[in-house]
């Protein structure tokens, strides 16, 4: 039979656990930011702002379009188009057209999310 000390340590364990997996688990910023790295420079526009943007890279210009809450490629010279069947909309979402030389990110208020060694 139960005592009542033993459902208090119960009940003070399960919230301990809890709350640690709280401060543990990671958290996603909310994404506000796309960061666009091509030869040309990095580019950091908002994210909500509806806006179409075309940046160089060796094979040509990729037009990428800011809508809402989300970013896509509209077009690039790159041979295969993988880049334009893709889109992101989180922090740490990513769009990378490789043969063009560009990157697309998504990131939170500019603080480092994750740390990796």
Do not use: H
């Not at 990671?26 to 994210?47: E, F, H, K, M, W």
């Not at 889109?87 to 769009?95: L, N, Q």
């Amino acid at each position: 039979m139960l005592k009542k000390a033993d459902i208090i340590i119960a009940l003070v364990c399960v919230l301990t656990v809890a709350g640690l997996s709280l401060l543990i688990l990671p958290s996603r910023a909310p994404a506000q930011n796309v960061i666009i790295t091509c030869d040309g420079g990095r580019y950091i526009y908002q994210l909500g702002q509806d806006l179409t943007v075309s940046v160089p890279g060796p094979l040509g210009l990729t037009v990428i379009q800011i809508s809402g809450s989300s970013v896509r490629v509209l077009s690039s010279p790159c041979p295969g188009g993988d880049c334009m069947r893709m889109s992101a909309s989180k922090s740490g979402d990513f769009i990378a057209c490789l043969p063009n030389r560009v990157m697309i990110t998504i990131g939170g208020d500019g603080e480092v999310d994750d740390v990796a060694y």
